[in-house]
């Protein structure tokens, strides 16, 4: 069955210090993954995909399908990061997402 | 910039009782979806929708639940006989391809 796993419920990283949120998925054919972050209060909203390799607000996410992971990185945590971070697959064939638990992230001062 | 919106943002309701969560997706859009999330768990899928009819739905959508697209800009969420267990948020998504856009969610509790 798919599976999105985000181990971590809870990260807390100094502000300036590098972050990595792990997600790993579970799809045996070619898997679409996204970022979503939801801010304090806010709704949920796209951070990453990974087709378009893009750098959003300095997060980035590599695919890597030999270990089947999508996890999410920045060099230097700011304050304004810390919110809640999904990790999602879309399968093929449909337009479902599969969220992971979530990461709550807290850059402390 | 175009959002999603739904209403109410709250609903309390007893057991037993039928709900409508109502939703007005992004107004280019063609797919539609609803998920929940029971507090402290993951956002989970429930249905999908395209062209006026059901796409796709997990298990969890069965048949207490029920969608509609009335009138051409709100989608819309029934529960006929609400469980306590159905106490969740629930969020609305809309799009033109793969990227979703949610709804703030509506936080349903079931007395």
């Known amino acids: 069955a798919q599976r999105v796993t985000q181990p971590e419920k809870l990260l807390s990283v100094f502000k300036g210090a590098p972050v990595e949120l792990k997600c790993n998925y579970s799809y045996s054919g070619s898997p679409e993954l996204f970022w979503y972050v939801q801010y304090s209060r806010q709704r949920l909203q796209l951070l990453l995909r990974h087709i378009s390799r893009e750098s959003i607000k300095g997060f980035t996410a590599d695919l890597n399908k030999g270990e089947t992971s999508f996890h999410l990185k920045k060099p230097f945590a700011q304050e304004e990061d810390s919110a809640m971070y999904y990790c999602?697959?879309?399968?093929?064939?449909?337009?479902?997402?599969?969220f992971g638990t979530g990461t709550r992230l807290k850059v402390l001062a | 910039e175009p959002e999603v919106t739904q209403t109410p943002s709250h609903q309390v309701t007893q057991m037993g009782q039928e709900v409508i969560l109502r939703c007005v997706p992004i107004?280019?859009?063609?797919?539609f979806y609803w998920y929940r999330q029971i507090l402290g768990q993951k956002v989970e899928f429930l249905v999908s929708?395209?062209?006026?009819?059901?796409?796709?739905k997990s298990e969890i959508f069965d048949d207490q639940f029920s969608v509609e697209r009335p009138d051409g800009s709100n989608f819309t969420l029934k529960i006929r006989s609400t469980k306590l267990e159905d106490s969740a948020m629930y969020f609305c998504?809309?799009?033109?391809?793969?990227?979703?856009?949610f709804g703030p969610g509506t936080r349903l509790t079931v007395l």
């Open positions: 998504a809309s799009s033109l391809g793969h990227e979703q856009f």
């Open positions: 999602a697959l879309r399968t093929s064939g449909t337009y479902k997402y599969i």
């Open positions: 107004s280019n859009h063609l797919y």
């Open positions: 929708f395209y062209n006026n009819e059901i796409s796709e």
